[in-house]
């Protein structure tokens, strides 16, 4: 399109819609455990331990996030260059890089969760609320990866609507689920954590078979092929978005970690006052995400003027969507809080952090 701003918020608004589905599974957790028939106490820890392992996840995720820029860059560039058939191998080396990494860290995770939630000084319930939760999730994580490679795919061609499509099925799922297990079988939150893993890993056989059957760049046993250069190419362009991506999760675990020496009461302000201010945090994460696939085809093509103005649109409407978003959730602090806390100390000390955020 001529019009870039256009072009880029049409490319956006799928993938922010996408940002916030994928936020919704931890929130729908949130939210349905606030709600299950327990006491107070026991209810305040599971959303405490909710919010304290995200940081955790998050790290595990970054790697792949990572890998997921670097393959849309790369597979754009091959596509404004008009080398479908390379594009196609990159799509291949990364969706067996994303499922690798995520059986690696589905193991690591699961062993190690007693050691980091130690480090990060969790002791009592919050510690074994947050032990038996991380465990169930560090499941999903290969389901999610191979998702995040079939996202970068359909993105590099300009298609952020179908990955959407499959994030709505997943999020239906894990609602219905969670309620079943949550509210109906009364899991408390290891039934949050199953559903989640479930509705995650249903989508696994759905996008490769759509990866085999799309016309518009089909993966081939010869994509699936390891090729070394690929590989390399992947790491090389993709470490710098998951160092910085893992940087700042870690920044948070290590926040959470302080806070955990204080009540649940604070840990689960926090945790809520990080859920609503993520929402926030997505429109401008998605016109970042597809300014890859913008900068990727304008260098492929040789049109480098086009790609650099689009940086800088990019630039102007993130910070025109974070100025807006931020002056906007300022009135609604505390209905937001409400629907998720149900003691007023918890909601006040809540609205009180979203007012700094």
Known sequence: DKNIVKGILLLALPVMLNNIIKAFHDVVDTFLVSKM????????AQISA????????TICQALAIGMMTAGTALMSQYIGAKKEDRA???????????????????????????SILKLMDAQGA???????????????LTGLFIFYAYQATRQSMGDTVMPVVWSILSIVLNIAATCIFVLGLKMDLRGAAYATVISNMILVPIVIVHMRKSKDMQLTIDSLKFDLSKVSQIFKLGWPSAVSQAFTSLGFAIIN??????DD????????????????????MAVGSVLATFVGQNIGAGNIKRAKKSVNVAMALSIGIGIVGGIGLLPFRTELAEIFLTQSTDIDLCVKYLFYL
């Open 265 to 284: 009461t604070i840990l689960s302000a926090i945790a809520i006052g990080n859920r609503i201010n993520s929402m926030l945090l997505f429109p401008t």
């Open 50 to 57: 909710i919010g304290f392992v995200s940081p955790i996840m």
């Open 88 to 114: 196609s191998k990159v799509s291949g080396q990364l969706l067996m890089l994303c499922g690798l990494v995520g059986i690696i860290f589905n193991v690591l995770l699961f062993f190690l969760a007693p």
């Open 126 to 140: 919050l510690y074994d609320y947050s032990l038996t939760y991380i465990r169930i999730r560090s499941f999903e």
């Open 257 to 262: 970690s302080v806070i955990a020496g204080y």
């Open 37 to 44: 028939d327990a006491a107070e106490s026991a209810v305040s």
